[in-house]
C-alpha cells in the first residue's frame, strides 16, 4: 500500500516572509547538453509564485469562476546568472514587495544551494475578464500584505 503522502502533490510554504519552492531539474527541464533551458526557468517561478499566492490563502480558481478575474503577469526583469544543469535539486524564493490596488510586485530567485542561479523581479496585474487592470479583494490586498519584504 502506498502512504497518502505520495499521493498528495507537493507544496511549497513560507520561512517567516519568504515562501520557498523545491524543485528537481528534470531531462525535459534541459536542452540538448543537459542545461536548464532559459524559458523554463519562468515557469519553475510561475508554479512557485501560484503556490504562494494559494499558501497565503488566496483562492485564485474561485475568483476566476466567479468573476473571470485572474493574475497576469505584465512585466518581467530577469538576470540569469549560473545555468542549472540535469539533476540538480533547486529552490525557488519568492518574496512580496510592494502591494498595489491591481498589482503585486514579487521578487524571485532561483538558488542551488547557496548560489543564485536566476534572479527576477516581476509585476502581476489583476485583470477582469477582458483583460483590463481591477482593484484585487481587498482581503487580498490584505494577505499580501502581511508577507510583504520592505526594501
Known amino acids: 500500500m502506498v502512504p497518502d503522502s505520495l499521493d498528495t502533490p507537493y507544496r511549497g510554504g513560507f520561512v517567516g516572509k519568504e515562501h520557498r519552492f523545491a ?4 531531462f525535459e ?3 540538448a547538453y543537459g542545461i ?6 519562468l515557469k519553475f ?3 512557485a509564485r501560484s503556490d504562494m499566492i494559494r499558501a497565503v490563502g488566496v483562492d485564485q480558481a474561485a475568483e476566476l469562476r466567479r468573476s473571470g478575474s485572474a493574475y ?3 512585466e518581467v526583469d530577469i538576470k540569469y546568472r549560473r545555468p542549472g544543469r540535469l539533476g540538480d535539486d533547486l529552490l525557488v524564493v519568492s518574496t512580496v514587495e510592494q502591494v498595489r490596488a491591481s498589482s503585486v510586485h514579487i521578487h524571485q530567485r532561483v538558488m542551488r544551494g547557496q548560489e543564485l542561479l536566476t534572479d527576477a523581479r516581476l509585476t502581476a496585474a489583476f ?7 481591477r482593484r484585487q479583494p481587498a482581503e487580498w490586498v490584505e494577505k499580501f500584505k502581511s508577507i510583504t519584504q520592505e526594501r
Open 23 to 26: 524543485l528537481s531539474v528534470y
Open 29 to 31: 527541464d534541459t536542452d
Open 36 to 41: 536548464v533551458y532559459y524559458a523554463n526557468y
Open 45 to 47: 517561478m510561475e508554479r
Open 72 to 74: 497576469a503577469v505584465v
Open 127 to 133: 485583470l477582469d475578464g477582458e483583460g483590463r487592470p
